[in-house]
């Protein structure tokens, strides 16, 4: 499932990046199913683990500029994200690159994003746009 529109909250660098991290976590899978390399695989998942990162810490950093209240919450649901990719990175280098392990982590991955966008992030939008 691609990012849409109803997914967008409003705030355009916030926007544009789950929009990236779709395009990653979607990369990630085709090369799966594509049955690529697993070295290929890993540098994929390598891609999306660092491009997670760099979103949460951007995300945290907007929310603390605009005094956004649900930030500690927002940084725990950030850290146990980043513990279930670190969880699937050392699963799959564990099993030698078994795509299988990928391919199973696919619908973690997306109904995460999409929950947690839809849910959490949508707040930060509406706080965004009750300071104007
Ligand atoms: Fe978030």
């Known amino acids: 499932m691609p990012w ?70 927002q940084k725990k649901a950030h850290a146990d994200f980043v513990a279930r990719l670190d969880k699937l990175r050392a699963e799959y280098e564990k099993s030698g690159g078994s795509i299988s392990v990928i391919l199973g982590a696919n619908t973690m991955v997306i109904d995460w994003l999409t929950n947690h966008i839809a849910k959490m992030d949508r707040k930060i939008g509406e706080f965004t746009g009750s300071l104007k």
């Open 4 to 73: 849409s529109p109803n997914l967008a909250i409003g705030v355009k660098q916030i926007d544009d990046q789950h929009k990236m991290w779709f395009e990653k976590a979607d990369a990630l899978f085709e090369a799966g199913k594509n049955r690529r390399e697993k070295e290929y695989i890993g540098e994929m998942l390598k891609f999306l683990d660092e491009y997670t990162k760099k979103h949460f810490s951007d995300e945290e950093k907007y929310m603390s500029e605009i005094g956004y209240p649900g930030l500690a919450e």
